[in-house]
Nanobody
Framework: QLQLVESGGGLVQPGGSLRLSCVASGFTLDYYAIGWFRQAPGKEREGVSCISRSGRTTNHADSVKGRFTISRDKAKIAVYLQMSGLKPEDTAVYYC?????????????????WGQGTQVTVSS
């Protein structure tokens, strides 16, 4: 059973930073594109950042460009989302997801495996 576990969420003040981790259980991530998504109360889920299988290509939503960075570890069992310059509008539950599908952008493809999510709250 492919499982993804997110961690690293929490409460942070505006302008602060957090690093989210997405760890695979029971498999390695080297054959999967990985995406980070978020869903705020009353809003639809949106794609935030994603990284290709090789790690050479990343994509970010316009709302987080220049503030968020996505990376893979060399052991190929974890993907990280480094978030800086956090704003109250970044408050949401953040999910990581994995897929073996292909598309023009890793933010636009269908993801098959999802974690349970980690809460990020940006507030003073």
């Amino acid at each position: 059973q492919l499982q993804l576990v997110e961690s690293g969420g929490g409460l942070v003040q505006p302008g602060g930073s957090l690093r989210l981790s997405c760890v695979a259980s029971g498999f390695t991530l080297d054959y999967y594109a990985i995406g980070w998504f978020r869903q705020a109360p009353g809003k639809e889920r949106e794609g935030v950042s994603c990284i290709s299988r090789s790690g050479r290509t990343t994509n970010h939503a316009d709302s987080v460009k220049g503030r968020f960075t996505i990376s893979r570890d060399k052991a190929k069992i974890a993907v990280y989302l480094q978030m800086s310059g956090l704003k109250p509008e970044d408050t949401a539950v953040y999910y990581c997801a994995a897929t073996r599908r292909y598309g023009s952008s890793c933010l636009s493809i269908v993801y098959d495996y999802w974690g349970q999510g980690t809460q990020v709250t940006v507030s003073s």
